[in-house]
């Protein structure tokens, strides 16, 4: 199954560890992970600004993760999914690879619930599917 990992996911689970640490694991584990630039580039920078990880720590941790991922090259086309524009790209990037869901701890993207036949679900969620 392929999974997109919102950026709050990745960065609870390098931060804080815990359910999105084991939501990780388990979709780099079972399924595949389809990742974007646009995401990379958002959680590194949440991660260097608000928690004072660097680049260089930023960039290893990711590295395991993203080894066998899916990456997807954006192009900003798909719009109006989500009620806060930004995370569009999430949609976009799970169209774009084909995956079956999306795993999201923002209200905004857990709201849309399903799009074209994408799941969009909770770490928890995830973890007992």
Same mark, same amino acid.
């Given at each position: ?15 804080? !560890? ?6 990780? #694991?388990?979709? +780099?584990?079972?399924?595949?992970? *389809?990742?974007? %630039?646009? &995401? ?39 719009? !109006? ?6 995370? #569009?790209?999430? +949609?976009?990037?799970?169209?774009? *690879?084909?995956? %079956?869901? &999306? ?27």
């Amino acid at each position: 199954m392929i999974v997109v990992l919102d950026s709050g996911i990745w960065i609870s689970g390098f931060h804080f !560890g815990g359910i999105p640490l084991a939501a990780l #694991d388990q979709a +780099f584990i079972y399924d595949h992970i *389809a990742i974007c %630039e646009e &995401i990379i580039t958002e959680v590194s920078t949440i991660m260097v600004s608000k928690f004072g990880w660097t680049e260089r720590d930023v960039h290893s941790a990711l590295r395991s993760y993203l080894a066998g991922a899916k990456h997807v090259t954006m192009k900003g086309d798909l719009t !109006g999914v989500c009620r806060d524009p930004k995370d #569009d790209m999430l +949609f976009e990037c799970a169209v774009r *690879a084909k995956a %079956e869901i &999306i795993v999201s701890g923002d209200k905004d993207v857990l709201e849309v619930g399903e799009y074209r036949g994408i799941r969009v679900i909770t770490a928890r969620q995830y973890l007992t599917k």
